[in-house]
């Protein structure tokens, strides 16, 4: 039963900084890849960052690369985003997601003066 539970998005001012997180269970954690996504309102969700296994190599999107650096804990079972230097147009419902098609409630970063 594979479980994803994000946490960690509010509000913040442009500049600032949030540190999401996502609690993984159901799956063997430590032999996947995992990866965050983020979607706003009428448009396709989209993949933002990725981990390996070990957490030696991420990738990031372009319009995140810089700013955002995901992690992970494979003892927690724990992977997260620290997101730096936001931006009005990085508001979005945030999610992770692991091997299978699951996905979590998502948690809702919302960057506004």
């Known amino acids: 039963q594979v479980q994803l539970v994000e946490s960690g998005g509010g509000l913040v001012q442009p500049g600032g900084s949030l540190r999401l997180r996502c609690a993984a269970s159901?799956?063997?954690?430590?032999?996947?890849?995992m990866s965050w996504y983020r979607q706003v309102p009428g448009k396709e969700r989209e993949s933002i960052a990725g981990?390996?296994?070990?957490?030696?190599?991420?990738n990031y999107v372009d319009s995140v690369k810089g700013r955002f650096t995901i992690s992970r804990d494979n003892a927690k079972n724990t992977v997260y985003l620290q997101m730096n230097s936001l931006k009005p147009e990085d508001t979005a419902v945030y999610y992770c997601?692991?091997?299978?098609?699951?996905w979590g409630q998502g948690t809702q970063v919302t960057v506004s003066s």
């Open positions: 997601k692991g091997p299978g098609g699951n």
């Open positions: 981990i390996s296994i070990t957490g030696r190599y991420a």
């Open positions: 159901g799956f063997n954690f430590s032999s996947s890849f």
